[in-house]
Structures are given as C-alpha cells and as structure tokens.
C-alpha cells in the first residue's frame, strides 16, 4: 500500500481513538479522570493535524512529474 494509503489509515484510526476518549470522559465519574482523557484526546488531535499536513504533502509531491512514482 503506498505511504499516503498507510498514513490515511492511521489517522482514521487515531481519530476513532479520540472519539472513543471523548466517550470515556462522558461516562467517567471522576473529574479529574474525565479531564486527563479530554487532554489526551487533545494532544492526539494535534498529532493528528501533522499528520494531515504530511499526507497532504505527500500526496502532492506524487503529483510533481520530478517525483512521480518515485519511493519514500
């Protein structure tokens, strides 16, 4: 599978994992639990707009005749 196949696959994996910690904070009873899940589900979105940042990079370096076809 090409990188951006692979890194697209990731981030909608990591996204269904914040979803799930921001599901987890819902229904947790402790405060303080539910506040150290919502921040950990904010840090992992912002990985996740790296990661963006390099699948849209990627996917336009494929689209560069230079680079075309070439492996990463």
């Known amino acids: 599978m ?9 981030i909608q994996h990591c ?8 599901s987890l904070a819902q229904n947790v009873g402790d405060p303080q ?3 150290m899940l ?3 589900a ?4 912002l990985c996740l707009q790296e990661c963006d940042f390099v699948a849209g990079r990627i996917q336009h370096l ?6 075309a ?4």
Request: contains cysteine; neutral net charge.
């Open 2 to 10: 090409p990188h951006h196949g692979r890194i697209q696959e990731c």
């Open 42 to 45: 904010h840090h992992l979105s």
């Open 38 to 40: 919502r921040e950990g």
């Open 33 to 35: 639990t539910a506040d």
């Open 69 to 72: 076809g070439r492996p990463y």
């Open 62 to 67: 494929q689209h560069q005749p230079q680079f």
């Open 15 to 22: 996204r269904s994992v914040i979803n799930d910690l921001h």
